[in-house]
């Protein structure tokens, strides 16, 4: 049994992993992914897009699902470089607060905004999401973009949404998932860094159990690997190939050499990719 100094240690070491992890390669991850630090979706096999357009959807998707209008308050945990904040804000006049316990994450964020025109309605923090410094139902939603899997507790993390959530308040997230082929190595890499970018993967049919311990009601549970996963790191792998001489001129041969090694043992890992979007009850 692990003492409660052993897992407060624990949690300890993958946050300072994280925050390590993100600090370096933010703005590399973010010219691999398209501008957001977050999958590409795509309609179909034929489907021509390119990774920027899928990432710029899967925004839209998440957007959708969000369902806010101008005005409305909006908390955007594990913000990233801030594209997708300032994109929900652009297209529903939303006042987004985003949040990031990376230092290099808040500075990239911070410059879009401005560079947007939107920093006046769109603000970012070093926050710990689990711990959340706002005041209880001041926020009519809440969303969590490809980040939850990053978190050492999602339980934790979920109640603190609950939380911050006003009643009749929603929010949406995306996950990794344990897709029963993904497991052993996708969890156990020799990589501390691929390791953060996994963390610990769970069934999507973990979910509602999950959401309502944190006080949520589930409204939609969606697999979406199909249209995601392979794409998107088929799209990373190709810019690693075409791009590689630029990319190392920027960033350096380590980051470079490193991503290769990600994108190699995340396509190997077999895992997969939902939605989730749950109420808080109440009016």
Request: hydrophobic share 40%.
């Amino acid at each position: 049994m692990t003492s409660g100094s052993e897992a407060s240690a624990e949690r300890l070491s993958q946050q300072e992993a994280e925050d390590g992890f993100y600090n370096d390669t933010s703005e590399f991850l973010a010219e691999l992914s398209g501008g957001s630090l977050h999958m590409g979706f795509w309609e179909s096999a034929s489907d021509r897009a390119t990774m920027a357009e899928a990432s710029r959807r899967l925004t839209e998707l998440m957007a959708e699902r969000i369902k806010i209008g101008p005005g409305d308050r909006v908390l955007d945990i594990g913000c990233g470089t801030g594209a997708p904040a300032i994109q929900l804000a652009q297209s529903t006049g939303a006042v987004v607060v985003g949040i990031t316990n990376s230092p290099a994450q808040l500075r990239l964020a911070a410059e879009k905004a401005r560079e947007a025109k939107v920093a006046d309605r769109v603000s970012f923090r070093c926050e710990d999401a689990g711990n959340l410094g706002f005041l209880p139902q001041s926020f009519d939603a809440v969303w969590l973009l490809e980040s939850i899997m990053a978190m050492p507790d999602r339980l934790a993390v979920l109640r603190q949404a609950a939380a911050v959530l006003r009643p009749g308040g929603r929010l949406v997230l995306t996950d990794f998932l344990d897709r029963a082929a993904s497991s052993a190595d996708a969890q156990q890499g020799d990589a501390p860094q691929y390791a953060v970018l996994m963390g610990k993967l769970m069934s999507l049919q973990d979910y509602p159990l999950l959401l309502e311990e944190a006080g949520l009601v589930p409204v939609e549970i969606t697999d979406v690997s199909d249209r995601t996963v392979a794409r998107t790191l088929g799209c990373m792998r190709q810019r690693l190939e075409d791009d590689r001489e630029s990319l190392t001129q920027r960033f350096g041969a380590q980051v470079v050499d490193q991503f290769d090694n990600i994108v190699l043992r995340l396509e190997a890992a077999g895992f997969g990719y939902g939605i989730v979007v749950a109420d808080r009850p109440g009016q």
